[in-house]
């Protein structure tokens, strides 16, 4: 019986590979075959972060087909290390899925973020062009608020310095602690973020993406750590899926995901190229 659902279930599952599929389990040996495999590990500084913090490839590591992005602080910019991984800059339309481990520490108030994201450049301040949708997970608070919370965000446009930001969030208090699967579809005229299966907002207007994005994961920190001893924070990535021009269920999402690992796949990439840099550096 069990054998005779996860045939149906299989049936079921779109035609991925008819509008493209970008897949990565993470299983490379090194950070060069990451590297060979299209992805850019940031280095420098810029936005988002302490001004002064540092991105460093050395804080992305993997080990048992996860991504480990580490961050490090002693609450000062200049002792602050953060992490960031972006893939090539050619997804919009679509659905796009990843399965993560977002990590509390107890007793911890350093204001830390943990993100999944798709964005591309932002070419001048309120740039109309500009295009986000992520889901950034607060552990221990930030941005002006003590609470434990997990946003899925579709933006419009930002100027960073001074900030003031146009975007439709949606909010989910409480830990998120341990593994999540979050999904985020986009379509001509909407946005939908998911969290483990359950849809937690669709947003619309100008907040919908419109021009290509790079897939990306990042961990760092904004304003408010107490200076002191250095420590460290991580949280992983299993797998990301992208299904190019397709609105799929975060179900299907995962049960391909699961279908690729059963068949020894661990990168696939059928999604067209548009002959743009991938940026890195939101």
């Known amino acids: 019986m069990k054998f005779v659902g996860l045939i149906a279930a299989l049936m079921a599952l779109p035609a991925f590979a008819a509008g493209g599929e970008f897949f990565d389990d993470f299983s490379q040996p090194s950070l060069d075959a990451l590297r060979a495999h299209g992805w850019v590990l940031r280095e420098g500084t810029g936005h988002p972060g302490l001004p002064g913090a540092s991105f460093k490839a050395s804080q992305l590591s993997l080990s048992g087909g996860l991504l480990k992005l580490t961050m490090r602080t002693d609450g000062t910019p200049a002792h602050t290390t953060l992490a960031q991984l972006c893939g090539p800059r050619k997804f919009l339309v679509g659905t796009t899925t990843a399965r993560v481990r977002f990590r509390d520490t107890p007793g911890s108030r350093d204001p830390i973020i943990q993100s999944f994201f798709l964005a591309g450049p932002l070419k001048h301040d309120y740039d109309p062009n500009f295009s986000e949708v992520d889901f950034e997970y607060l552990p221990h608070g930030g941005w002006g608020e003590p609470e434990t919370r997990l946003y899925g965000v579709s933006w419009h446009t930002v100027r960073i310095d001074p900030w003031e930001s146009f975007n439709q969030a949606s ?112």
């Not at 990439?269 to 002959?275: E, I, K, L, N, Q």
């Open 171 to 282: 909010i989910l208090p409480g830990s998120f602690d341990g593994w999540q699967l979050l999904t985020v579809q986009v379509e001509p005229t909407r946005t939908r973020h998911y969290v483990n299966g359950r849809l937690i907002g669709e947003h619309t207007g100008r907040n919908v993406p419109s021009q290509p994005m790079a897939i990306s994961f990042n961990h760092w920190i904004s304003a408010g750590a107490v200076e002191g001893a250095p420590r460290d924070y991580a949280f992983e990535v299993d797998w990301v899926l992208h299904a190019a021009g397709k609105t799929v269920s975060p179900h299907a999402m995962q049960a391909r995901a699961a279908q690729l690992q059963r068949q020894g796949v661990a990168q696939r990439d059928t999604v067209p190229d548009r002959g743009l840099t991938s940026e890195c550096n939101l």
